[in-house]
């Protein structure tokens, strides 16, 4: 098996990786955020990768979504543990509270959530966007971790909808009220299209993220960078005690319908499907495509 990791530099460097290499690759979909980092960790190869690049250059809108899983998927990898900052809905979440959530609301406007167009058309099931059998992989690592680690964060909470916002920009006092009332549990930048192209990709796909604040919805808040950076890096530790666990873990038998997702999905008869799009999308569909 091989298992990706999304996330911030600061998770990579706390991993403990031996046989370090580095691989840059190119995409039909343009350069990665990062060149990718692979080494072993627990007898398993790992290959990371920064979302927002190596110096976090990327925003949530721009990165570089489509190359980044591609890039993965090139290098072998089957499963993804992605790494996140949200803001928190629920009064009894505070920040420094890690979540596993289980569904997202799209709120974005302006990415792009397809590997696919240029003359073929597939219609992929997404209902449950995290894959089941990773997301529960990922909360008991983290439930483990948690026990054993006195520094860790002090709650893991299994499930809860994260409401995906365009960014850059925070939340107004209207828009979190509305996210609340909706019944959301955490707020983020950065879990479409990511989520959505790993389906594409056919690789398991599941989250940890880390409370970073309240967002607006409580009396006399505002969001600040500092608040944000300052829990981000106490999240830190903790997130890569569970990241380390579920890498350790992970079992040999692991089986995910994500492996699977493309099959019956496209729509656009392999002959009616121009060269130049069946090339680009080969590596993800191809042997959909040569039945």
Not at 121 to 132: I, Q
Not at 178 to 190: E, H, I, K, L, S
Request: proline share 6%; glycine share 8%; aromatic share 8%.
């Amino acid at each position: 098996m091989t298992i990706g990791v999304i996330g911030g530099s600061g998770i990579y460097e706390a991993l403990t990786l031996e046989h370090v290499r580095t691989e840059t690759v190119s995409t039909p979909y343009g350069e990665p955020s990062a060149p990718l980092t692979v080494g072993e960790c627990h007898g398993h190869e790992v290959v990371f990768l920064p979302r927002h690049g190596e110096a976090h250059s990327h925003t949530p809108t721009d990165a570089q979504y489509r190359a980044n899983l591609y890039a993965l998927k090139a290098a072998g990898v089957d499963r993804v543990i992605s790494t996140n900052a949200v803001g928190s809905l629920r009064e009894d979440l505070p920040p420094r509270t890690l979540v596993v959530p289980d569904q997202i609301f799209d709120r974005t406007k302006h990415r792009t959530p397809t590997f696919f167009g240029d003359g073929v058309v597939v219609h992929m099931g997404f209902a449950d966007p995290y894959c089941p059998a990773l997301s529960a992989h990922l909360a008991a690592s983290a439930r483990d971790a948690l026990e054993t680690d006195p520094d860790a964060s002090p709650a893991v909470v299994e499930g809860g909808t994260y409401v995906c916002i365009e960014g850059p920009q925070f939340s107004t006092r209207a828009e979190s009220e509305f996210y609340r009332a909706q019944g959301w549990d955490v707020v983020g930048m950065t879990a479409i299209p990511e989520a959505k192209l790993a389906r594409e990709a056919e690789l398991s796909y599941a989250t940890v993220a880390g409370v970073t604040d309240y967002d607006v919805w409580k009396d006399d808040r505002e969001v600040t960078l500092e608040e944000v950076l300052e829990n981000a890096a106490e999240n830190r530790a903790s997130i890569t005690a569970v990241v380390d666990r579920a890498i350790e873990t992970m079992p040999d038998d692991f089986e995910s319908d994500a492996w699977h997702a493309l099959e019956g999905t496209i729509n656009t008869p392999a002959e009616a499907i121009p060269e130049e799009t069946r090339e680009r999308v080969d590596l993800l569909a191809g042997h959909y495509l040569d039945d």
